[in-house]
């Protein structure tokens, strides 16, 4: 029997069929249950993965009572993260969130509160923090090679979230439409909207790049696109202490960076005291300038070390060694990130620059 018994709840985000496939592959664990209300939702995973019929389930109790589990997979939709950790909780289990965080600072609050108590670690899932360049970019950036960093430029996001679907197979533009009117993603209720999507990889990652510093203010705007409830483009500035920091988010890039970079570059650029570093998503060479050189050249990105190829895998090897997680995994750095994106997107409703929110 595999030592870590997993059950993945709610296929709401796509990436579940990533994380399960990520646990289908680790010798050490196993799929033991998946639950949805919609069984036709979790069909493709239970071929994929031949994944028995008295492990699936549409009834979440019954789905419980089933376990004991070692740890949940929350794929819900943003807006439903709160609830379902507080359901989850009391049964004694480690809770592993795909991002983003929470659709708000107080529904990040209680998630925390919920897991606080039980001896059972809670981490946020951000597919960006196993990226070998940004791993690469930070390595560097704590060296010192560019000095104090003083800037994090961020633009990212994709064509759209349905666009794709689990192991990044592609959607056809007609499909797409025809979903976008039923989809969680494109709802405000259910937290929607490039914003939410991607400024928390933006804030999370650059959180951790600056050492856990938080900004002073936030201004941000979004577009607003006739009969779409929810923004597809919103540009945030975070006035830091040291300086100005600009984080993107695009639903709508000419293509997914994953297959083929777009223009602008999806990724990360730091300006420090004593040089740059450009870290696009998915690259094999960082960018670089430094005093000492300060022609632009290439730095090869380092290869992930074992243990820490993809999130589960690093989740895992903490629970075995009774570690807690870092990084960008640690709840309480993502809080610091909540507190930017929520202070972002009131900055865009009142349309005017704010004091970070508490």
């Known amino acids: 029997m595999a030592r870590h018994r997993i059950v993945g709840i709610s296929f709401d985000h796509m990436h579940m069929g990533d994380l399960l496939r990520m646990v289908h592959d680790h010798p050490e664990a196993e799929i033991a249950g998946i639950f949805d209300p919609d069984p036709a939702r979790m069909a493709d995973a239970v071929a994929t993965f031949a994944i ?13 009572a089933a376990g004991p589990y070692d740890m ?15 359901r989850l909780a009391p049964h004694g289990l480690h809770v592993f969130v795909e991002k983003p965080f929470a659709a708000s600072v107080g529904d990040a609050r209680r998630m925390m509160a919920a897991m606080d108590g039980t001896g059972k670690m809670m981490a946020i899932n951000w597919p960006l923090r196993w990226v070998e360049s940004h ?7 704590d060296e010192g090679m560019i000095g104090e960093l003083r800037e994090v430029h961020f633009y990212d996001g994709n064509r759209g979230p349905l666009y794709h679907v689990a192991d990044k197979k592609e959607v056809g533009p007609e499909e ?27 804030a999370t990652l650059g959180t951790w790049y600056m050492g856990g510093e938080a900004p002073l203010e936030v201004t941000c705007i979004t577009d607003e696109t006739p009969g779409i409830e ?8 975070c006035r830091y202490a040291r300086g100005l920091s600009k984080m993107e988010t695009r639903w709508g890039t000419f293509t997914d960076p994953w297959t083929i970079q777009p223009q602008p570059t999806c990724g990360f650029t730091f300006v420090g005291s004593d040089g740059t570093i450009a870290s696009p998503d998915y690259a094999t060479h960082l960018t670089v300038q430094t005093r000492a050189r300060p022609e632009r050249h290439e730095i090869p990105v380092d290869s992930l070390p074992e243990g820490e190829r993809n999130g589960i895998d690093y989740v895992l090897g903490c629970i075995e060694r009774g570690a807690p997680v870092a990084g960008p995994l640690d709840p309480g750095l993502c809080l610091t990130a909540q507190r930017i994106v929520d202070t972002a997107a009131r900055s865009a ?7 970070l929110l508490a």
């Open 52 to 64: 028995p019929e008295d492990r699936v389930f549409t009834d979440f109790d019954a789905c419980m």
């Open 72 to 86: 949940a997979l929350l794929c819900a939709a943003t807006a439903d993260h709160a609830a379902y950790t507080e």
């Open 135 to 141: 791993v690469t970019a930070k390595r560097l950036i």
């Open 176 to 202: 797409v439409e025809r979903q976008k009117p039923t989809s969680w993603w494109y709802k405000t209720a259910s937290g929607g909207g490039s914003l939410l999507d991607y400024l928390g990889y933006g």
């Open 230 to 237: 929810v923004d597809q483009h919103a540009v945030a500035v």
């Open 349 to 355: 409703q009142e349309k005017r620059t704010l004091v």
